[in-house]
């Protein structure tokens, strides 16, 4: 059987599961020493992620193939180092959770925080809320028109503190508040909710968003964020403080089926970037290296 070697900038659940594959070798980084005394390698297919340096750069020319997650980081490689087109290949990130019915996972949660079952659900979470557009959720949710829906904020204990400080400003949400601190089942709130927004600065690919959407959740994104890619125009927020954004809401909080229509496009769409669909093309591509 023919091996792959492959090295990685950062690991991730792919690449977690390619090393426990027979045909795989994973070339990791030497020691001082060990680069004084031995030429370097380098890997088949290297797996780029973050910004460029001279290191990535050496990799990204060297490796026969490079991964990346979107065709943002594609096109700035290409641009930076003069590569041919077809070295790159694109992964999005890969969506691995345990699916379960969401109508029964949102009247779990419903029983859990009582919450009257009809409610709609509106959901915001990120590893790190402030640059993920924290503020500018709750200015979204403050000026809907749309009454019956709760909105809930996951996040670390530590993020959650410094929030408090803020939601003073947000008296008129208060009855529609859940926020919670470290909260360990944070699937079930993506398969519970209605809604997710993410009004990100960040331009890093948020995998938050591919997960909300395989979760058969409406979606909306900036346009500033890698993920705009896979999601459609209606999902699309021109900047964090997008004022189109509540009239979207409004209508599609309005309108029953227009929302059960596009949480299974959504769904739909999702199914294409699991773990297991994201192996088949990984495995093709080492099949053709």
Same mark, same amino acid.
């Given at each position: 059987?023919?091996?792959?070697?492959?090295?990685?900038?950062?690991?991730?659940?792919?690449?977690?599961?390619?090393?426990?594959?027979?045909?795989?070798?994973?070339?990791?980084?030497?020691?001082?020493?060990?680069?004084?005394?031995?030429?370097?390698?380098?890997?088949?297919?290297?797996?780029?992620?973050?910004?460029?340096?001279?290191?990535?750069?050496?990799?990204?020319?060297?490796?026969?193939?490079?991964?990346?997650?979107?065709?943002?980081? $594609?096109?700035? /490689?290409? @641009?930076?180092?003069? %590569?041919?087109? !077809?070295?790159?290949? *694109?992964?999005?990130?890969?969506? =691995? #959770?345990?699916?379960?019915?969401?109508?029964?996972? $949102?009247?779990? /949660?419903? @029983?859990?925080?009582? %919450?009257?079952? !009809?409610?709609?659900? *509106?959901?915001?979470?990120?590893? =790190? #809320?402030?640059?993920?557009?924290?503020?500018?959720?709750?200015?979204?949710?403050?000026?809907?028109?749309?009454?019956?829906?709760?909105?809930?904020?996951?996040?670390?204990?530590?993020?959650?503190?410094?929030?408090?400080?803020?939601?003073?400003?947000?008296?008129?949400?208060?009855?529609?508040?859940?926020?919670?601190?470290?909260?360990?089942?944070?699937?079930?709130?993506?398969?519970?909710?209605?809604?997710?927004?993410?009004?990100?600065?960040?331009?890093?690919?948020?995998?938050?968003?591919?997960?909300?959407?395989?979760?058969?959740?409406?979606?909306?994104?900036?346009?500033?964020?890698?993920?705009?890619?896979?999601?459609?125009?209606?999902?699309?927020?021109?900047?964090?403080?997008?004022?189109?954004?509540?009239?979207?809401?409004?209508?599609?909080?309005?309108?029953?089926?227009?929302?059960?229509?596009?949480?299974?496009?959504?769904?739909?769409?999702?199914?294409?970037?699991?773990?297991?669909?994201?192996?088949?093309?990984?495995?093709?591509?080492?099949?053709?290296?």
């Amino acid at each position: 059987m023919h091996t792959t070697t492959i090295s990685y900038k950062s690991k991730n659940i792919l690449i977690e599961k390619l090393e426990k594959q027979s045909n795989i070798e994973v070339i990791k980084a030497k020691s001082f020493f060990s680069k004084l005394f031995s030429k370097k390698q380098h890997a088949d297919i290297y797996f780029h992620t973050g910004s460029l340096n001279e290191k990535s750069i050496d990799n990204i020319k060297n490796s026969k193939i490079t991964i990346v997650n979107s065709f943002s980081a $594609k096109n700035e /490689i290409v @641009e930076s180092t003069k %590569i041919k087109d !077809e070295k790159i290949e *694109i992964i999005y990130p890969s969506i =691995n #959770i345990d699916f379960k019915e969401p109508n029964k996972v $949102k009247a779990k /949660i419903c @029983e859990e925080f009582q %919450i009257d079952l !009809e409610t709609k659900l *509106i959901f915001f979470t990120a590893k =790190n #809320i402030k640059s993920s557009g924290v503020k500018e959720f709750l200015d979204i949710c403050a000026s809907l028109n749309y009454e019956n829906f709760k909105i809930i904020i996951s996040a670390s204990q530590k993020q959650i503190n410094n929030l408090q400080f803020q939601l003073p400003k947000y008296e008129g949400l208060k009855d529609k508040l859940i926020i919670l601190e470290d909260y360990k089942n944070i699937d079930d709130l993506f398969l519970a909710s209605d809604i997710f927004i993410l009004p990100t600065h960040n331009k890093s690919f948020s995998s938050n968003i591919l997960k909300a959407m395989f979760c058969k959740c409406v979606v909306f994104v900036t346009i500033q964020n890698e993920v705009k890619e896979v999601v459609d125009v209606f999902a699309s927020m021109d900047n964090p403080s997008d004022s189109t954004i509540s009239f979207k809401l409004d209508a599609i909080l309005s309108a029953e089926n227009d929302l059960k229509e596009i949480k299974e496009q959504n769904r739909k769409l999702a199914l294409e970037f699991t773990l297991e669909n994201n192996l088949v093309k990984i495995n093709h591509i080492m099949e053709n290296v």
